[in-house]
């Protein structure tokens, strides 16, 4: 079991940048893959990024790519995301989520377990 929690949400203009944080909780967090997630109002919860256990491999949608970096301290048991060039289309409620396996991948069911997400609203 591992508990996740996200921070560091908010409210953002265009072109502006926010770091979101995931602690988690529990079991040992470097044997666990780790994934960002977004969910826009009305739509389909989407693939963001995702990291291998150790951080030695990252994978981004390319919605995202060149703007997001998706970076983990296993030291400190938690994940970032560095969202830069923020644009409207990135408002939506950012999960992060966890698998005990090298790489959890692109497909939210691929990930046991959430945390309760952060909202991210970039304005114009």
């Known amino acids: 079991q591992v508990q996740l929690v996200e921070s560091g949400g908010g409210l953002v203009q265009a072109g502006g940048s926010l770091r979101l944080s995931c602690a988690a909780s529990?079991?040992?967090?470097?044997?666990?893959?780790m994934g960002w997630f977004r969910q826009a109002p009305g739509a389909e919860r989407e693939f963001v990024a995702a990291t291998s256990w150790m951080g030695g491999s990252a994978y981004y949608a390319d919605s995202v790519k060149g703007r997001f970096t998706i970076s983990r301290d296993n030291a400190e048991n938690t994940m970032y995301l560095q969202m830069n060039s923020l644009k409207p289309e990135d408002t939506a409620v950012y999960y992060c989520?966890?698998?005990?396996?090298?790489?959890?991948?692109?497909?939210?069911?691929?990930?046991?377990?959430w945390g309760q997400g952060t909202q991210v609203t970039v304005s114009l």
């Open positions: 989520a966890a698998t005990p396996a090298y790489s959890g991948g692109h497909s939210p069911g691929a990930y046991d377990y």
């Open positions: 529990g079991r040992t967090f470097s044997s666990f893959a």
